[in-house]
């Protein structure tokens, strides 16, 4: 079964870091893009950082460019979130997604996996 369990959420202040995890498994690691996507309240979702798993190349949303860094670890499966400098408004419900494409800046699709979210707060 394809699993993805994101874990790292918590609440912290402005200015403040935290680190988001993805762990994957069920499906060819190498063969997805792997992304995190973030929705806040009565907001509609919205993707953050992509990473694609087969060389790395990552992308950002001008939101987070220059504060959030993504990673990715192939041997154990394992996307991380690195992000630093939170502001209020990276507020919301983060989810890791697997999507099936050779591009790293994929928009989810109908044959994309999910995980379950991680609640980021970050209070001002």
């Known amino acids: 079964d394809v699993q993805l369990q994101a874990s790292g959420g918590g609440l912290v202040q402005a200015g403040g870091s935290l680190r988001l995890s993805c762990v994957a498994s069920?499906?060819?690691?190498?063969?997805?893009?792997i992304g995190w996507f973030r929705q806040a309240p009565g907001k509609e979702r919205e993707g953050v950082s992509n990473i694609r798993t087969s060389d790395g190349s990552s992308y950002y949303s001008d939101s987070v460019k220059d504060r959030f860094t993504i990673s990715s670890d192939n041997a154990k499966k394992t996307v991380h979130l690195q992000m630093n400098n939170l502001k209020p408004e990276d507020t919301a419900v983060y989810y890791c997604a697997a999507l099936y494409s050779d591009y790293v800046t994929a928009s989810p699709m109908d044959n994309t996996y999910w995980g379950q979210g991680t609640l980021v707060t970050v209070s001002s």
């Open positions: 069920g499906f060819t690691f190498d063969d997805y893009v």
